[in-house]
């Protein structure tokens, strides 16, 4: 059975701060995913990572994918308010009975004035 | 349309009664997928369909829970003689077949009283 690990859980943060979440899963893959989600709201796709050694980056986010050692991380860098949300890792597997996404916890980030 | 268009948004129901959460996917997307997130909580797989294939059903927590699919398109998913614990946020996705994302609804707030 696939696992996803992320860490941390939970992160509080000064804005202007740099750093990173991780997220490990426990069996092979070629696709990860990262999303964002806001209290109350849906999920919004933020990068889909699709090969080993892929990277991403959108503004002050940086998504990276190791699969060798099926460690993905999101680099957040001189975070601001605006970034304060719960992120998710999603490990995308294919198997017999078809495709699916299997999510990590999420890690609730707040980025403080 | 545009988007995953889901309904109802909000569910209110007593515990032992049946409910109908609807799904409308993105035109053209083959693949549909129904996930439970419990508060605070990541997300949880239930069911996957796949254009005319048959469903993987096995994230289906009860035999209280079954999908259908229409036509390749609208999806629902019913859960008959709700439980308490039942309450969740559903949320639908669909994507293409060889997806580079999933693109998410606004879900279903249930809530069993």
């Known amino acids: 059975e696939l696992k996803v690990e992320q860490n941390p859980l939970f992160l509080s943060m000064q804005e202007g701060k740099n750093y990173t979440i991780y997220c490990n899963y426990s069996t092979t893959s070629d696709r990860l995913y990262w999303y964002r989600q806001d209290p109350g709201k849906s999920l919004e796709s933020l990068f889909v990572l699709l090969s080993n050694g892929a990277v991403k980056q959108e503004g002050r986010l940086m998504a990276s994918l190791d699969t060798k050692a099926r460690l993905s991380t999101l680099h957040i860098t001189a975070a601001v308010h605006d970034l ?6 999603a490990v995308y597997r294919l198997n017999t009975s078809g495709s699916r996404l299997t999510f990590g916890e999420g890690t609730q980030l707040t980025v403080n004035p | 349309g545009a988007g995953v268009s889901q309904s109802p948004s909000n569910k209110v129901t007593e515990k ?28 949880e797989f239930l069911i996957y369909f796949q254009g005319n ?61």
């Open chain 2, 16 to 43: 032992g009664k049946d409910v109908e959460l609807r799904c409308d996917p993105i035109s053209g997307h083959t693949a549909l997928y129904w996930y439970r997130q419990s508060l605070g909580q990541g997300l």
């Open chain 2, 53 to 113: 294939s048959a469903p993987d059903k096995s994230g289906l927590p009860s035999d209280r829970f079954s999908a259908e699919r229409t036509g390749g398109s609208v999806s629902t998913l019913t859960i008959q003689r709700t439980q308490q614990e039942d309450s969740a946020v559903y949320l639908c996705a669909s994507s293409r077949r060889t997806p580079n994302g999933y693109t998410f609804g606004s879900g279903t707030r249930l809530t069993v009283v």
């Open chain 1, 84 to 89: 304060s949300a719960t992120y998710f890792c």
